[in-house]
């Protein structure tokens, strides 16, 4: 069974920083893209960021780039967020989705919610 | 970026009904299109993916259709299950887009 397991969120302030983390297990994790969606209180899903399997693409969506920046470390089946310099708009619930196999997400996480506020 | 519009936005309707939801595509995406549905509080679930393959352990009542730039999810025969918010998204290009979503309430 694919399971994939969120941690990292919180309450941050604006301009600081997160590390958001997915740990992924059921799956030969390093054959799939991963991608990490969000959803701000009360709207539709946002894509967010991608990387490939091998780790050596990624993509972004053009509202993080330049501050987020995603990762993954195959020997630990984890895939991460790193979320700098903070907007209130980046205030959302982050899930990561597994491809399937690459760019529509079969499996998703529980959520893990994101407050940016002073 | 591709533009991915839903309508309707907010759609009413009654167990046993027939529904369909409309996906239109700034742009030809071919069949590079999903739909999920998601419950309040909880992750989405893929339904379809490639316009029209009904994902492994998805209902037989949900199908979709189309190509190009418009798209369609119907709904067969609405279940209590079903009632949710429903999403399409291309995966034609980046940046992945997803529609605003369409809510399915009870009537």
């Known amino acids: 069974e694919v399971q994939l397991l969120e941690s990292g969120g919180g309450f941050v302030q604006p301009g600081g920083s997160l590390r958001l983390s997915c740990a992924a297990s059921?799956?030969?994790?390093?054959?799939?893209?991963m991608s990490w969606v969000r959803q701000a209180p009360g709207k539709g899903l946002e894509w967010v960021s991608a990387?490939?399997?091998?780790?050596?693409?990624?993509y972004y969506a053009d509202s993080v780039q330049g501050r987020f920046t995603i990762s993954r470390d195959n020997s630990k089946n984890t895939v991460y967020l790193q979320m700098n310099s903070l907007r209130g708009e980046d205030t959302a619930v982050y899930y990561c989705?597994?491809?399937?196999?690459?760019?529509?997400?079969?499996?998703w996480g529980q959520g893990n919610p994101v407050t940016v506020s002073s | 970026d591709i533009q991915m519009t839903q309508s309707p936005s907010t759609l009413s309707a009654s167990v046993g009904d027939r529904v369909t939801i409309t996906c239109r595509a700034s742009?030809?995406?071919?069949?590079?299109l999903a739909w999920y549905q998601q419950k309040p509080g909880k992750a989405p679930k893929l339904l379809i993916y490639?316009?029209?393959d009904l994902e492994s352990g998805a209902p037989s009542r949900f199908s979709g259709s189309g190509s190009g730039t418009e798209f369609t999810l119907t709904i067969s025969s609405l279940q209590p299950d079903d009632f949710a918010t429903y999403y399409c998204?291309?995966?034609?290009?980046?940046?992945?887009?997803f529609g605003g979503g369409t809510k399915v309430e009870i009537k």
């Open positions: 989705a597994k491809g399937a196999p690459t760019t529509v997400f079969d499996s």
């Open positions: 990387i490939s399997g091998s780790g050596g693409s990624t």
């Open positions: 490639e316009a029209s």
């Open positions: 998204q291309q995966y034609n290009s980046y940046p992945l887009t």
């Open positions: 059921g799956f030969t994790f390093s054959s799939y893209a």
């Open positions: 742009q030809s995406i071919t069949s590079w």
